[in-house]
């Protein structure tokens, strides 16, 4: 496994992959890698001759300062983490390099940058079209890979890829989860073994909604739902849209893919996940 810093020199890398006519598969994180990462890697594995993982906590992305000083920092397991499971490749760049002499575009991300992650975390999205907008011109992939908890920023990856005509196969792959239905989560290291059990009630008030649905309307199981989070997390944002345009679900018959998403906070941490309510 090489482990490569300096961006110039990871493009050289990956290009002289690409011109032997290998195909490469690229997973982004920001380190603190857990079994979600891992599957990641391991679908790039399947699909792809050559796989990059890059750890980089993308300044750009964070609207509080102090989520950013909190992120967890694991890297020397995380590097352990990725040579067992065989990745060819870790970049590790440094943000100040990483950004030298790059002109961050501005974009209009229409309905997708005004609600949800959007509304609530001003400039999250921008900083993250930013760094993928870097990562593809640098890396190069054939195909990148991506986890559905966060589904949002997966639509905002996509649309990117559309606007930039990348050429590269975006993959979204499912959530992973622990035993009791939380998704795995950088940000869960930062909660209580208590409140990782709490915060199995979110996947479980998701749950619930797909269960109900032919019984509520999406604004009832909206209302239900807050109430029954609200009584353990503060909750930032529960609501039911469609899963392909983000327009609010009011009526069933409004959306072939309605999904749930929720934002809420336990103990100080910030959680999210999303569900389809179809069967």
Known sequence: MEIEKNKAEAKAIVTSWKENGLSVGFVPTMGAL????LMLIRAS???NDKTVCSIFVNPLQFNRKEDLENYPNTMEQDLEMLENEGCDLVFVPNAVAFYDGVVI??????????TMEALHRPG???????VINEFFKTLLPT???FGEKDFQQLAIIKWLVAKENFPVRIVACKTVRAESGLALSSRNL???ADGRQLAASIYET?????NSKSNYSPTTLVTSAIDKLKKTFDVEYFEIVDGENFQQVEKWEESANPRAFVAAHLEGV???DNLSLNP
């Open 105 to 114: 575009p501005t974009y209009d991300f229409g309905l997708l940058g005004k």
């Open 190 to 192: 930062r909660l209580s």
């Open 270 to 272: 910030r959680l999210i």
């Open 124 to 130: 999250h999205f921008e900083g993250v079209a930013a």
């Open 206 to 210: 998701l749950h619930y909604c797909k």
């Open 34 to 37: 857990h079994e979600g990462h």
């Open 143 to 145: 195909r990148a890979y």
């Open 45 to 47: 594995q399947k699909e």
